[in-house]
């Protein structure tokens, strides 16, 4: 279904190119050639399935800390233990730690799959001693 699709908005896009010829001053070739270009594009698009959510982790939020200092001692005892991390603010907060109060604070974010085992290290304590 997608390629008659294709081949549609091709056709209609290249009889919209040699009518606005004149306005335009573009050949009627390169015309029909930009809309040819366009429907593969879309084509490809269409017919390219989509990832799977189940393949993609998504983060969630573990913990939000009131300074990026905070933040960064227990993002790094995390990396340690080989469970990545995502600070979204961390570099609005580097830049304007008078910023962090408006933010609400600073997120520490870890793939869903990791949130168990990021819990249980923050639980245990050894997060904090780690620095």
């Known amino acids: 279904m997608a390629g008659w699709?294709?081949?549609?908005?091709?056709?209609?896009?290249a009889?919209?190119?040699?009518?606005?010829?004149p306005a335009?001053?573009?050949?009627?070739?390169?015309?029909?050639?930009?809309?040819?270009?366009?429907?593969?594009f879309w084509y490809v698009a269409v017919t390219t399935p989509a990832h799977d959510d189940e393949d993609m982790?998504?983060?969630v939020v573990l913990a939000t800390y009131g300074t990026l200092h905070d933040a960064y001692v227990i993002r790094s005892a995390l990396e340690g233990s080989a469970i990545p991390c995502l600070?979204?603010?961390?570099?609005?907060?580097?830049?304007?730690?008078?910023?962090?109060?408006?933010?609400?604070?600073?997120?520490?974010m870890v793939p869903a799959s990791e949130l168990e085992r990021a819990r249980d290290l923050l639980r245990s304590g050894d997060a904090r001693r780690a620095h």
């Open 87 to 108: 600070m979204p603010e961390e570099h609005t907060a580097g830049a304007r730690s008078d910023l962090v109060v408006a933010m609400q604070g600073v997120r520490l």
């Open 57 to 59: 982790d998504r983060w």
């Open 5 to 13: 699709r294709s081949v549609a908005l091709a056709a209609v896009g």
């Open 24 to 40: 335009i001053g573009l050949a009627p070739w390169a015309g029909a050639l930009i809309s040819v270009v366009v429907a593969l």
């Open 15 to 21: 009889a919209v190119w040699v009518v606005a010829e």
